[in-house]
C-alpha cells in the first residue's frame, strides 16, 4: 500500500506556532522533506526541528538556483522546473515504499509556497492531506498590532515582483494590502507605495515572530538591509484607532495636503482606485452634503458636509485644516476640473496664506461621458462643455458662447441647464440654438446617470421641452454630422462621424 503525502505549514517562524496537528503528524512521518537554498539550511526544518525524532528518514529538496544565473539550456526556469519533477520522483519513491512523507512549508503549504509544486505533481497519485500554517501576513499583523481588514474592507495581496506600475495600481485600489517577496524587489515596491500615495502608510515587517523580527514604517528602511523573508503591510484604514501612538507622533511630524477627488457621475464602479486610495488615505472629507453621501467613511475620519454655495468657505476651510497637518479630501462629483471644485481649491489658495500647502487633483469619469457611453458616441468628433448656469457669469457671456458653439457645429455638452430658480435659462438656450441648427438636431438627455433614478432620452432641438429638464439633467446638442440609428433591440444608438466633409 502506497504511502500518505501530507503538506505541512509549520508557521512563519515562531515554533510554538505550530499547529497540533502538525506537530503530530511530523512527529510520525516516516519522511521529512524540506526546501533549503544551496547553503543547506531550511527555515522550516529549524521551526519544526523540537518535532522531528531518531529514525526518520530526512530528505533535503536543495534548490540548484535561487537568484543567480544558471547554465541550463533551458534557462532559469527549466532549471527549477527539472528541479521539481526530480523531486517530486524523490519523494514518490518513498510513498510507492508504502512510506508516509510530510513536506514542511514555512507559513502555509498553498501561500507563495514551494510544497504546492510537490502537490501538483504528486496529489492525483497519491492520498494527501494539505495542513494549513499561519502565514507571514498574518504574523506581520499581530506583530503590528493593527487589523488588516475590518467590515466590508478589501486586503490584497501582491507580489513585489510585479512591475511597479502595476503594483501601485492595485495598491490604489485597495483598502488594505500586503506586498510578499520583498529582498531585491524592496526598491520596485516602495516606488510603487509612493507612486499610489500610500507610502506614508505602509509598514515594513522583517522576520515576524522570530528573534530576527523588526517592524519600521517602510519608508525609514534601507534598501540594502532588505532579506527575502520580509513583507509590505498596508493595515486597515480603520487600524488607526489600533495605532494612538504613532498617531500622536504623525500629528506632529505629517505633512498635511488637501487632495481634491472625483467621484464619477454616480454609480460606484466608476471610481477609479486612485480617488478611492486619495479618500482612505484622509483624515478629513469635504464637501457638498449630497456628494459626501456617497462616500462610507473609515473610522476615524471626519466628515464637513456643507452647502453648495460656499465654495470658496469650503475651500479656505481645507486648507487650513491641510496647513495644520490634516490630510484633506475635498469631494466633487464627476470630475472635480469639471465645473466643481478643483478650480475653487485652486482660486482660494492662490492666496499668499496658503502658498506651503501642497494641492493635488485627481480625476473622475465626467457625466458627458457618462452621459454618451450610455447611447453611443455622440462624442466623437469636436465638441465643447458649456455651463447655462449665470450665477458666476453673466447671461449675455453663456449666450454669446453658445451661439459661437452653434456657428462652429461642434457638439455641445451643456451642464446645469436648469434649477428650481433657473427656468428660463434652457428656453433662452433653445431658442438661439434653433437660429443657427436644424429643427432636426439631435438631442440627449441623460438625468441621474448612474444613479439609482437613471434616465437617457433621445429626442431633437425642436421637440426639446425644457420642463422637463432639471438639475441633475445634462444635455448633449449634436453637430449636423451627429446621427441617431435605431437598433436591432430597439435602443436607439448615437454618434457623431470622425471624419468631415471637404468645405
Known amino acids: 500500500m502506497a504511502g500518505k ?3 505541512v505549514g509549520v508557521g512563519p517562524g515562531d515554533p510554538e506556532l505550530i499547529t497540533v496537528k502538525a506537530a503530530r503528524l511530523i512527529e510520525n ?3 521529512v522533506a524540506y526546501h533549503a537554498a544551496r547553503h543547506g539550511r531550511s527555515n522550516a526544518r529549524a521551526i519544526a ?13 536543495i534548490y540548484p538556483v535561487t537568484t543567480e544565473t544558471t547554465d541550463h539550456p533551458g534557462g532559469y526556469q527549466g532549471a527549477i522546473d527539472d528541479f521539481y519533477a526530480e523531486s517530486a520522483a524523490r519523494l514518490a519513491a518513498h510513498l510507492d515504499a508504502g512510506r508516509d512523507v510530510v513536506v514542511l512549508a514555512e507559513g502555509d503549504p498553498f501561500f507563495y509556497g514551494s510544497y504546492m509544486h510537490m502537490h501538483k505533481r504528486l496529489a492525483d497519485r497519491y492520498d494527501t492531506t494539505v495542513v494549513p500554517g499561519v ?3 498574518s504574523a506581520a499583523s499581530a506583530a503590528l498590532g493593527r487589523p488588516l481588514m475590518e467590515r466590508d474592507e478589501v486586503l490584497t495581496i501582491l507580489p513585489g515582483t510585479l512591475p511597479a506600475g502595476e503594483l501601485a495600481a492595485h495598491l490604489a485600489a485597495t483598502e488594505s494590502a500586503a506586498v510578499m517577496k520583498l529582498g531585491r524587489t524592496f526598491p520596485n515596491v516602495r516606488a510603487a507605495l509612493e507612486r499610489s500615495g500610500r507610502l506614508a502608510d505602509a509598514w515594513y515587517v522583517e522576520r515576524a515572530t522570530t528573534a530576527g523580527e523588526r517592524t519600521v514604517p ?4 534601507d534598501p540594502d538591509t532588505v532579506p527575502y523573508f520580509s513583507l509590505a503591510l498596508l493595515p486597515s484604514p480603520a487600524a488607526a484607532a489600533f495605532g494612538a501612538e504613532r498617531g500622536a507622533e504623525r500629528e506632529d511630524d505629517q505633512e498635511g495636503e488637501v487632495v481634491v477627488v472625483g467621484l464619477g457621475p454616480g454609480d460606484p464602479q466608476w471610481l477609479t482606485p486612485e480617488a478611492r486610495a486619495a479618500i482612505a488615505a484622509a483624515d478629513d472629507l469635504i464637501g457638498y452634503g449630497p456628494y459626501l453621501d456617497r462616500v462610507a467613511a473609515r473610522p476615524g475620519q471626519r466628515k464637513h458636509p456643507s452647502d453648495n454655495r460656499v465654495e470658496a468657505e469650503r475651500a479656505a476651510f481645507a486648507l487650513d485644516l491641510a496647513r495644520r497637518g490634516h490630510r484633506v479630501a475635498v469631494i466633487s462629483a464627476g470630475d472635480p476640473g469639471v465645473f466643481a471644485m478643483a478650480a475653487a481649491v485652486l482660486e482660494v489658495a492662490d492666496d ?18 457618462a ?9 466623437g468628433h469636436d465638441f465643447c462643455v458649456l455651463s447655462l448656469s449665470d450665477r458666476l457669469k453673466p447671461w449675455s457671456v453663456v449666450e454669446s458662447r453658445l451661439v459661437a458653439a452653434a456657428r462652429a457645429d461642434l457638439v455641445i455638452a451643456i451642464y446645469n441647464p436648469a434649477s428650481r430658480s433657473r427656468t428660463e435659462q434652457l428656453v433662452r438656450a433653445r431658442a438661439a440654438l434653433l437660429e443657427h441648427r436644424a ?3 439631435v438631442v440627449v438627455i441623460g438625468r441621474d446617470v448612474g444613479g439609482p433614478t437613471e434616465s437617457v432620452r433621445v429626442t431633437t432641438l425642436a421637440e426639446l421641452d425644457p420642463a422637463t429638464v432639471d438639475m441633475r439633467c445634462l444635455l448633449l446638442i449634436g453637430s449636423t454630422r451627429t446621427r441617431a440609428v435605431a437598433g436591432a433591440d430597439g435602443t436607439t444608438r448615437v454618434y457623431t462621424p470622425r471624419h468631415y466633409p471637404e468645405a
Open 5 to 7: 503525502l501530507y503538506g
Open 29 to 31: 512521518a516516516d519522511v
Open 49 to 61: 526541528a523540537a518535532h522531528l525524532r531518531d529514525g526518520q528518514i530526512e530528505e533535503a529538496l
Open 135 to 137: 502565514t507571514s501576513v
Open 218 to 221: 517602510l519608508a525609514d528602511v
Open 352 to 369: 499668499p496664506q496658503w502658498k506651503d500647502v501642497p494641492v493635488r487633483v485627481v480625476p473622475g469619469l465626467t457625466a458627458a461621458q
Open 371 to 379: 452621459v454618451a457611453a450610455r447611447v453611443g458616441a455622440p462624442l
Open 439 to 441: 429643427p432636426e438636431t
